[in-house]
């Protein structure tokens, strides 16, 4: 959905890089989706080209809108993988090759030629929920939930990557120390992604059904391939194991923020992603976040578990580019 601007209206330029398609978006400076829009990332394929295409996208759609090129004040980038917070490198990455070594930020300011901004895209994301619920200095983490478990995390007002890039690895969070800790696809055991990842959970799922009468089953979880939504659709149909492994799987990532929120102690954690189980919009969905709220305060001292506001995140797709923009704006401010 697109608005209008006006002739005075600063504007901002995100760019959300992943490995399937390149999200860009012209943003005012209150956060307000212009334009937008959406291409295959391997028909671009290098920064270079990423870049020169955003910015005559940009170019393009201002005239086209009757702006001035003058409006545009800044420029930033979300990217996936682990992100060199001094040298705006990308030290690891899957599915962007070509991208590994490249000196971002200084590569995005000769293309633009404006003040730029490089981060994970996680915590732009994050940053974007920080920025529409105006929580100015204080502290929040939004949690990712889908075939991974990441997490952005916002300091005080400001994305925190971490010195090495690693902050907000929520998915590499051990939540089971026990002898039969499942094993990560990582190395080690027992981290959350192996029990709260979509993988972890459909295998849950597997063994918690093994034993019963297959005839029994809701349909849905008869194939051969299971899928989350598959176990929210059974769950919300009144299928007990369905509910009861996603009951589990809120406890996982409880156990999991309760560490977040005993280190960091922000004042908002968010779930979003692709495996919320329908959100706010089923019964299946506010179980889940319950779940995930009583394990908090279970697991947390309750000047921690009693303050944290654990909500779902509300910005979708658009997360990543809208919190490129403000981070962006951010350089100039």
């Not at 297959?214 to 509910?243: F, N, V, Y």
């Not at 908090?296 to 921690?304: E, F, H, M, N, P």
Request: charged share 20%; hydrophobic share 40%; proline share 3%.
């Amino acid at each position: 959905m697109s608005h209008t601007a006006s002739s005075t209206d600063d504007l901002y330029l995100g760019i959300d890089v992943g490995g399937t398609d390149v999200k860009i978006g012209l943003v005012n400076a209150g956060g307000t989706l212009i334009d937008s829009h959406r291409t295959p990332t391997p028909e671009l394929g290098s920064p270079e080209r990423v870049f020169a295409f955003a910015i005559d996208y940009a170019d393009k759609q201002l005239s086209k809108l009757g702006l001035q090129s003058e409006q545009l004040k800044a420029v930033g980038l979300a990217v996936p993988g682990v992100l060199d917070t001094e040298q705006y490198v990308l030290r690891e990455v899957v599915n962007l090759p070509g991208w590994l070594g490249v000196k971002l930020l200084d590569t995005l300011c000769a293309a633009s030629q404006l003040p730029s901004a490089v981060v994970n895209d996680a915590n732009s994301a994050a940053y974007a929920e920080h920025s529409l619920r105006k929580l100015d200095r204080q502290s929040l983490a939004l949690v990712t939930l889908g075939t991974g478990i990441g997490s952005g995390v916002v300091i005080a007002g400001n994305p925190h990557g971490g010195d090495h890039g690693c902050a907000g690895e929520l998915g590499h969070i051990a939540v089971d120390f026990g002898p039969d800790a499942i094993k990560c696809t990582c190395g080690s055991s027992g981290h959350l992604e192996s029990y709260a990842g979509a993988r972890g959970v459909v295998a849950r799922l597997r063994k918690a059904i093994e034993l019963i009468d297959q005839e029994s089953l809701p349909k849905s979880l008869m194939g051969k391939t299971i899928t989350p939504r598959d176990i929210a659709s059974a769950a919300e149909s009144g299928h007990a194991i369905s509910r009861n492994v996603i009951i589990d799987t809120g406890r996982f990532v409880g156990r999991a923020i309760g560490m977040i929120g005993q280190v960091a102690d922000p004042a908002v954690v968010l779930l979003g992603g692709a495996m919320t189980f329908g959100g706010d919009d089923t019964e299946v969905g506010r179980q889940f976040i319950q779940a995930v709220r009583d394990s908090v305060t279970a697991t947390t001292l309750v000047q921690v578990g009693g303050n944290i506001k654990i909500e779902f995140a509300t910005l979708g797709n658009n997360a990543g580019m809208l919190g490129a923009a403000m981070v962006a704006k951010q350089t100039v401010s």
